[in-house]
Every structure is written in structure tokens, then in C-alpha cells.
């Protein structure tokens, strides 16, 4: 059959020269059985006296489908639609036929017509419907990949219909779990169940299995995960519903299965009235306003229409990506929000208090932070100045700008931590804690509070986006620990929860968002793995494609994170948010701390930096020891010059 390719790649006009010698032969066909039927015999055509009925009936037939467009069609993209046109053809043909014979006076049965158009259709358009499919089996198939769609629904149809028109992929089978669907054939494609699945991958080959649910929750999206997951092919999704329909995305724009499927965590629609009460013909203020929440904080935002949006980054390249962002966002919505690009550091608090001033911002958004844990285990004076003096500074200059509302983001890594990133998070939620007991005594004082949740999906320094490209590159995948786990949330989602936690706030609120269950994060990466078509390498399967490597617990990590360092915790008006009341220290108190920290920072004196952190209420246990790179170097030095 790939022979025939070279038919398929002849120009255009040969190709339409020889469907219409083609169709002339189908001509004369029909019309020698018409009259076989008929008559009994074909004398009628050996007659050199009936040339002239059969050359016209032949031209003006011809003429006929030029007309009509049927050498126009591609065969290639052929639908029902064009039989109707044969069939048409063919009628206009008969009739034709009849009125030639009726003026030439040649004696033919009047039933011969009506015989010979019913055949002339069949053959015309069964011929064109063959070589459709000639051609759908033969051009390209050696690039083309076999693939089966889950869910022979409404929109695995739509799928099916569309990838018959690629040359990218052929469906070879819809896989539904719906018993009235299986065992049956949609669209010339067999249904199966799950159960049969296995079979065609190993009978087709196939490569890809496409996931086409996209209205379905994401629990129901794990369940369907969890079952495709152990088969030998890489799991595609389609886009999302609403993305389709909206018109940003097609049916058939295939992507890799979205990772918070794999967490089968439904997110909870945010409730409008909180989600504007701070923001809302308000100015709101977004410090880390480059980074993965605070970027995030501020798309969310925007949207709720605060008078003014002020961005406060360190980071040039950061403030510049989200600032052009927001103004395309603003602009696609036609919204009325003044965007104030800010640079400036939270260890500076006269630009802190002067952009809080001048802008009169009403609501803070206190993201700016380092969070990454070995990082601020390399450089514990920077850790302590940014996360620790940097909230501190931001909330005092919120008391004095006269500021209403201030939410500082917090980790579960403040919870029992054992690292110095961990202890700087709980500090700095003692120093607003203090600050709130000083200003809740006040008629108008500000609001501070605090929302602690996990790791968000798709951050810097998340694990995702490092599986993927170990996966792509072949591996190993890297996990520290076999049994180490993390909650984990989308972005939007714990931006969304944070703005309503903020709403809900009194003044020294400490907020924990439900996070759902913890993810093992080994689970995490063979499932990783299993979605790109790929299998584990492991004892048990030592042939396998990708192996996972444990590399040990990196300096401070732990191998599970926590919420609450308490059960002392009440439920809200949202049921993704709770309210826990810990232990905090009075401001003098926390700022007679502060002091002692300043002095030891400024001498790098690590050893009482790091007991100051043990003997404040944080209840950090490390589990190294000091791991600050400078002052490790410089230790050295003074011991090699001593010895």
C-alpha cells in the first residue's frame, strides 16, 4: 500500500486529470448496469448509432461534478457532506441521461435513468470514501503515533474528529469506564474498558493515551490517573473546559497531565465578598511582588480593582516581568487600577515608610521573603536580616503610614522548625503577634495577621518543574529521603485563600490553610515518570527507563512539614482556612531580642545567633550545625593561623 503514495504526491491537475478518466469509466459502468438490470443485455452500448447519447451523457456528466466542486474536493479531508453533492450530481446526471435520449429519440426503458443515478451515486461516492481512506492508512503513517482517548464523552468525540484531520496521530480505541458506552462503536472506533486497555497498547503499539475529561473534578481526575498510571504509555490531557470554550485553547492542543491532578485536591470557589473586602477601591501594597505568591497576590489582585496596585521588589528583572504583566492584564480586562512600580529592599525602613506614605496605602501584602532552605542555611546573617528585620521594618512602617490591614505570608516550615529559614518565619510571626497586641489596643490601630501554609505548585525552587527536566533529560530523579513528605497546593489557590484569611483577620491571627493530605514525595516522581510513558528502574525492575536516586536530607530539611505547633485551632467561615492560637512574646520583650540579634549579626557572631534563636519561643531544634559559608571559611582560616 505505500505504493500508492506516489499517487498521492502526484501535482493536483494529474490527480484531477485521473479522477475524471476515472469517474468517466464509473460513467460507463453504471450505465452498462442500469441497462443489464433492465434489459437483460448491454447491445445497447455496442451500437455505433448510441455514441452520440453515451458522449454526451459522458460530457455533460463531467461538466456536472466540475460545476459542483467535486474536483475541487481533497479527499484527504472528505466528509458526508460532499456524498450529498455526489449524489446530486449523479441525479442531475439521469436526468441529463433522459432528456438526451428523449431528443435524440433512442429507445431506452424510462426506468434506465433512475437505475443508472442510483448506481453512478454509489460508485462515485463509495470510490471516493475508499480512497479517503487509501490515503488515511497509507500518507504518513510511518510518522504518524497510534493513540487511544479516554472517554468517549462529548468531548472525546470532538477529539476523535479533530485528530483525524492530523498527521500527527491516529486513534486506534476510546477507553470508558461507563458500561453503556463499552463494547460498543462511536464513530467507526471501539469502546473498551480499562480492563482491555493493555492489550491494544501492545497490539498498536501505542504511544500516548489522551486524557479527554476536562469538566471532570480533579479528584475524579486522580481516580482516572491512578488507573491509567501503571500502563506502558504517556498520558496526555486536552485543555480545560472553559479554556475551550472561551476560545483560548483548541480540543486538540494537547498538553502533559497538569501536576495538581495528580494531588486530586478540588479547589473551593473564593467567596467574593472577602476577596474584596481589603482590595476593593482600595491601595494595596505587594512586597516580593516579583516572586511566585507575591506575583500571583498581585494577579489576584488586580482583579478585584483596588484604586491603586503598589509593587515593591528587590529584584529589577522581577518588578519588570510582573509589572508588564499587569498592565497587559489591566488592559485585556479594561480595568481603571493605577499599577506603581516600586525597587526597594524591606531592610530599608525609610523607603519602606516613604512608598507607604506618598501612595497612602490602606493594605499590605508581605511576601517578600528567602525561602529556600538550604540557602538560608549558607547565608544565616542574610536569612535573619530579610525574613526577620525585613517584616519587622515593613510592619512598623505600616503603623506609622497608618496602614489598615497587613498579612504577612508565612510557611508550615515555622512550625517546630530545624532550620534557619523555618526560625526566621516564626520569628517574624512573634514580631507581628507583639506588634498586634500593641495595636489592638488602639481604636484604629492596624491589623496584622498571618496566613502559614505549604509548598505551592510551580514555585522557584518547587520540585515539579526539577522532575521534569531530570524525566526529559533521561534522569536519575533526585529525592532527598524515600519517606519525606510535603503539602502542597496551586498557586492561585493559596493566593486566593490568603487574600480571604486577610479579610477574616482581627488583629494577630495566625491562619492555617487546609492543605488536604501530604504527598510522599517519591509517590510524586514514579508517578512522574509513569504519565511520560516511561518505567521506574528499581530493584524489582532493574531494565527500567528512569531510575530515582536518594540523595539524603540537605541541611535543615525535615522529613515532614506541620500546620499547627499546637491542637489549639478553630474553624472559620471558610473551610479552608483555621485560626490557631500559639504562644507570642510581649514587644518589649521581642524587641530587647531583636537587639541582642542586631549585635550578634553585625559581628557574625553564628554561635550566639544561633542561640538567641534556641531560647526564643520558636521552638527550633536544628539537626546540623551552623552551615553559614562565610563564617565557616573564616573559622578555618583563624584556626589554621592559631595552629
Same mark, same amino acid.
Given at each position: 500500500?505505500?505504493?500508492?503514495?506516489?499517487?498521492?504526491?502526484?501535482?493536483?491537475?494529474?490527480?484531477?486529470?485521473?479522477?475524471?478518466?476515472?469517474?468517466?469509466?464509473?460513467?460507463?459502468?453504471?450505465?452498462?448496469?442500469?441497462?443489464?438490470?433492465?434489459?437483460?443485455?448491454?447491445?445497447?452500448?455496442?451500437?455505433?448509432?448510441?455514441?452520440?447519447?453515451?458522449?454526451?451523457?459522458?460530457?455533460?456528466? +463531467?461538466?456536472?461534478?466540475?460545476?459542483?466542486?467535486?474536483?475541487?474536493?481533497?479527499?484527504?479531508?472528505?466528509?458526508?457532506?460532499?456524498?450529498?453533492?455526489?449524489?446530486?450530481?449523479? $441525479?442531475?446526471?439521469?436526468?441529463?441521461?433522459?432528456?438526451?435520449?428523449?431528443?435524440?429519440?433512442?429507445?431506452?426503458?424510462?426506468?434506465?435513468?433512475?437505475?443508472?443515478? #442510483?448506481?453512478?451515486?454509489?460508485?462515485?461516492?463509495?470510490?471516493?470514501? +475508499?480512497? @479517503?481512506?487509501?490515503?488515511?492508512?497509507?500518507?504518513?503513517?510511518?510518522?504518524?503515533?497510534?493513540?487511544?482517548?479516554?472517554?468517549?464523552?462529548?468531548?472525546? @468525540?470532538?477529539?476523535?474528529?479533530?485528530?483525524? %484531520?492530523?498527521?500527527?496521530?491516529?486513534?486506534?480505541?476510546?477507553?470508558?469506564?461507563?458500561?453503556?458506552?463499552?463494547?460498543?462503536?462511536?464513530?467507526?472506533?471501539?469502546?473498551?474498558?480499562?480492563?482491555?486497555?493493555?492489550?491494544?497498547?501492545?497490539?498498536?503499539?501505542?504511544?500516548?493515551?489522551?486524557?479527554?475529561?476536562?469538566?471532570?473534578?480533579?479528584?475524579?481526575?486522580?481516580?482516572?490517573?491512578?488507573?491509567?498510571?501503571?500502563?506502558?504509555?504517556?498520558?496526555?490531557?486536552?485543555?480545560?473546559?472553559?479554556?475551550?470554550?472561551?476560545?483560548?485553547?483548541?480540543?486538540?492542543?494537547?498538553?502533559?497531565?497538569?501536576?495538581?491532578?495528580?494531588?486530586?485536591?478540588?479547589?473551593?470557589?473564593?467567596?467574593?465578598?472577602?476577596?474584596?473586602?481589603?482590595?476593593?477601591?482600595?491601595?494595596?501594597?505587594?512586597? !516580593?511582588?516579583?516572586?511566585?505568591? !507575591?506575583?500571583?497576590?498581585?494577579?489576584?489582585?488586580?482583579?478585584?480593582?483596588?484604586?491603586?496596585?503598589?509593587?515593591?521588589?528587590?529584584?529589577?528583572?522581577?518588578?519588570?516581568?510582573?509589572? @508588564?504583566?499587569?498592565?497587559?492584564?489591566?488592559?485585556?480586562?479594561?480595568?481603571?487600577?493605577?499599577?506603581?512600580?516600586?525597587?526597594?529592599?524591606?531592610?530599608? %525602613?525609610?523607603?519602606?515608610?516613604?512608598?507607604?506614605?506618598?501612595?497612602? $496605602?490602606?493594605?499590605?501584602?508581605?511576601?517578600? %521573603?528567602?525561602?529556600?532552605?538550604?540557602?538560608?542555611?549558607?547565608?544565616? +546573617?542574610? !536569612?535573619?536580616?530579610?525574613?526577620?528585620?525585613?517584616?519587622?521594618?515593613?510592619?512598623?512602617?505600616?503603623?506609622?503610614?497608618?496602614?489598615?490591614?497587613?498579612?504577612?505570608?508565612?510557611?508550615?516550615?515555622?512550625?517546630?522548625?530545624?532550620?534557619?529559614?523555618?526560625?526566621?518565619?516564626?520569628?517574624?510571626?512573634?514580631?507581628?503577634?507583639?506588634?498586634?497586641?500593641?495595636?489592638?489596643?488602639?481604636?484604629?490601630?492596624?491589623?496584622?495577621?498571618?496566613?502559614?501554609?505549604?509548598?505551592?505548585?510551580?514555585?522557584?525552587?518547587?520540585?515539579?518543574?526539577?522532575?521534569?527536566?531530570?524525566?526529559?533529560?533521561?534522569?536519575?530523579?533526585? $529525592?532527598?529521603?524515600?519517606?519525606?513528605?510535603?503539602?502542597?497546593?496551586?498557586?492561585?489557590?493559596?493566593?486566593?485563600? +490568603?487574600?480571604?484569611?486577610?479579610?477574616?483577620?482581627?488583629?494577630?491571627?495566625?491562619?492555617?490553610?487546609?492543605?488536604?493530605?501530604?504527598?510522599?514525595?517519591?509517590?510524586?516522581?514514579?508517578?512522574?515518570?509513569?504519565?511520560?510513558?516511561?518505567?521506574?528502574?528499581?530493584?524489582?525492575?532493574?531494565? !527500567?527507563?528512569?531510575?530515582?536516586?536518594?540523595?539524603?536530607?540537605?541541611?535543615?530539611?525535615?522529613?515532614?512539614?506541620?500546620?499547627?505547633?499546637?491542637?489549639?485551632?478553630?474553624?472559620? #467561615?471558610?473551610?479552608?482556612?483555621?485560626?490557631?492560637?500559639?504562644?507570642?512574646?510581649?514587644?518589649?520583650?521581642?524587641?530587647?531580642?531583636?537587639?541582642?540579634?542586631?549585635?550578634?549579626?553585625?559581628?557574625?557572631?553564628?554561635?550566639?545567633?544561633?542561640?538567641?534563636?534556641?531560647?526564643?519561643?520558636?521552638?527550633?531544634?536544628?539537626?546540623?550545625?551552623?552551615?553559614?559559608?562565610?563564617?565557616? $571559611?573564616?573559622? %578555618?582560616?583563624?584556626?589554621?593561623?592559631?595552629?
Amino acid at each position: 500500500m505505500q505504493r500508492l503514495n506516489f499517487i498521492w504526491q502526484l501535482p493536483r491537475l494529474q490527480k484531477r486529470v485521473i479522477s475524471v478518466a476515472f469517474d468517466v469509466f464509473l460513467i460507463l459502468f453504471a450505465l452498462h448496469i442500469a441497462l443489464w438490470v433492465r434489459l437483460g443485455h448491454v447491445k445497447f452500448l455496442s451500437d455505433s448509432e448510441n455514441l452520440i447519447l453515451i458522449s454526451l451523457t459522458i460530457v455533460s456528466t +463531467v461538466l456536472i461534478f466540475t460545476k459542483i466542486g467535486l474536483y475541487r474536493a481533497v479527499l484527504r479531508y472528505l466528509t458526508f457532506q460532499a456524498l450529498f453533492v455526489v449524489t446530486a450530481g449523479a $441525479v442531475l446526471s439521469a436526468i441529463s441521461l433522459a432528456v438526451f435520449a428523449y431528443y435524440l429519440q433512442e429507445p431506452i426503458p424510462r426506468t434506465v435513468p433512475i437505475i443508472y443515478g #442510483a448506481y453512478l451515486a454509489l460508485l462515485c461516492g463509495g470510490s471516493r470514501l +475508499v480512497v @479517503r481512506n487509501l490515503v488515511a492508512t497509507t500518507t504518513s503513517n510511518s510518522l504518524r503515533q497510534d493513540v487511544l482517548i479516554y472517554g468517549a464523552g462529548s468531548c472525546g @468525540r470532538q477529539l476523535a474528529v479533530a485528530l483525524r %484531520a492530523s498527521e500527527s496521530y491516529r486513534v486506534r480505541a476510546f477507553i470508558d469506564d461507563d458500561s453503556t458506552l463499552t463494547n460498543t462503536i462511536i464513530l467507526g472506533l471501539p469502546v473498551v474498558d480499562l480492563s482491555k486497555a493493555e492489550k491494544l497498547i501492545e497490539k498498536y503499539s501505542i504511544t500516548k493515551i489522551l486524557l479527554a475529561i476536562p469538566s471532570a473534578s480533579r479528584s475524579r481526575r486522580k481516580q482516572v490517573l491512578d488507573l491509567l498510571a501503571p500502563l506502558p504509555a504517556e498520558i496526555q490531557t486536552v485543555p480545560d473546559m472553559a479554556d475551550i470554550v472561551s476560545g483560548k485553547a483548541k480540543i486538540d492542543e494537547l498538553t502533559d497531565v497538569p501536576i495538581e491532578d495528580l494531588l486530586g485536591r478540588d479547589a473551593v470557589a473564593p467567596q467574593q465578598v472577602l476577596m474584596e473586602a481589603n482590595i476593593k477601591d482600595k491601595v494595596v501594597m505587594v512586597t !516580593g511582588a516579583g516572586g511566585s505568591i !507575591g506575583s500571583e497576590l498581585c494577579r489576584q489582585i488586580l482583579r478585584q480593582e483596588p484604586k491603586k496596585l503598589v509593587l515593591f521588589e528587590l529584584s529589577e528583572f522581577g518588578l519588570y516581568q510582573i509589572d @508588564r504583566e499587569l498592565a497587559i492584564l489591566k488592559e485585556s480586562k479594561g480595568l481603571d487600577v493605577e499599577i506603581v512600580p516600586l525597587l526597594g529592599s524591606v531592610q530599608r %525602613a525609610h523607603r519602606l515608610l516613604t512608598a507607604m506614605k506618598s501612595f497612602g $496605602v490602606e493594605t499590605v501584602y508581605h511576601a517578600a %521573603a528567602y525561602k529556600h532552605v538550604p540557602l538560608v542555611e549558607y547565608n544565616v +546573617v542574610e !536569612g535573619v536580616r530579610n525574613n526577620i528585620y525585613g517584616t519587622y521594618y515593613t510592619a512598623k512602617a505600616a503603623i506609622e503610614a497608618g496602614v489598615e490591614s497587613f498579612v504577612l505570608i508565612s510557611t508550615d516550615k515555622a512550625v517546630r522548625p530545624t532550620n534557619v529559614m523555618g526560625t526566621t518565619k516564626r520569628m517574624a510571626e512573634l514580631g507581628l503577634q507583639a506588634l498586634a497586641e500593641q495595636e489592638n489596643q488602639k481604636e484604629n490601630g492596624t491589623r496584622f495577621c498571618m496566613v502559614r501554609f505549604g509548598n505551592v505548585l510551580g514555585s522557584s525552587g518547587s520540585v515539579i518543574p526539577l522532575f521534569k527536566k531530570q524525566i526529559k533529560a533521561g534522569g536519575p530523579l533526585t $529525592v532527598t529521603h524515600p519517606d519525606i513528605t510535603r503539602f502542597f497546593m496551586t498557586i492561585p489557590e493559596a493566593a486566593q485563600l +490568603v487574600i480571604q484569611a486577610g479579610a477574616m483577620g482581627k488583629g494577630g491571627d495566625v491562619f492555617v490553610l487546609d492543605m488536604g493530605e501530604s504527598v510522599k514525595i517519591t509517590d510524586l516522581a514514579e508517578n512522574l515518570v509513569k504519565l511520560s510513558g516511561l518505567s521506574v528502574k528499581n530493584e524489582k525492575n532493574p531494565h !527500567g527507563d528512569i531510575e530515582i536516586l536518594f540523595s539524603g536530607l540537605r541541611p535543615g530539611e525535615k522529613l515532614y512539614e506541620e500546620l499547627l505547633i499546637g491542637d489549639n485551632v478553630d474553624k472559620t #467561615a471558610h473551610e479552608r482556612i483555621m485560626t490557631a492560637h500559639e504562644v507570642f512574646l510581649p514587644i518589649d520583650e521581642y524587641e530587647a531580642l531583636l537587639e541582642s540579634l542586631d549585635f550578634a549579626c553585625h559581628n557574625l557572631e553564628h554561635e550566639t545567633i544561633r542561640q538567641i534563636l534556641l531560647d526564643a519561643p520558636t521552638d527550633f531544634k536544628p539537626t546540623d550545625g551552623i552551615g553559614d559559608l562565610v563564617w565557616n $571559611v573564616s573559622t %578555618a582560616s583563624k584556626e589554621r593561623v592559631a595552629s
